[in-house]
């Protein structure tokens, strides 16, 4: 290990400690990289993540169109709803006036 030369002056017993002491130094920054890797890995991959699932729900213009286009022809909110004017049967030669054409409901002939 690399020290600092004038350490071979010093005692065995303060050279162990002082070596011991830079090499806790020398992990502790080693730890410190690492930890600062590893979080810039996973902030990198949160973006990407968070990119790539913008571009996966993004329409294209063809999507949008397409969509525009089914809304013009939907029957939603189009459809009007008639109340029931009966389910009678009435005889012959009876006239029976209906709300709609075709008629929907009300009362008919017998078969």
């Known amino acids: 290990m690399d020290y600092?030369?004038?350490?071979?002056?010093?005692?065995?017993?303060e050279r162990k400690k002082k070596l011991k002491e830079l090499r806790r130094e020398r992990e502790r920054k080693s730890g410190l990289v690492k930890n600062?890797?590893?979080?810039?890995?996973?902030?990198i991959v949160l973006i990407a993540g968070?990119?790539?699932f913008?571009?996966?729900?993004?329409?294209?213009?063809?999507?949008?169109?397409?969509?525009?286009?089914?809304?013009?022809?939907?029957?939603d909110?189009?459809?009007e709803e008639i109340p029931i004017e009966g389910r009678?049967?009435?005889?012959?030669?009876t006239s029976v006036e209906y709300q709609t054409n075709p008629p929907t409901s009300g009362d008919?002939?017998?078969?």
């Not at 600092?4 to 017993?13: A, V």
């Open 4 to 13: 600092p030369e004038e350490w071979n002056q010093l005692p065995k017993h």
């Open 88 to 93: 009678d049967h009435v005889s012959a030669g």
């Open 36 to 43: 600062v890797r590893n979080w810039g890995i996973i902030i």
């Open 54 to 75: 913008a571009q996966l729900v993004k329409k294209t213009p063809e999507q949008v169109q397409f969509e525009q286009e089914v809304k013009a022809v939907s029957l």
């Open 108 to 111: 008919h002939l017998a078969q």
């Open 77 to 79: 909110d189009k459809v």
């Open 50 to 52: 968070v990119i790539g």
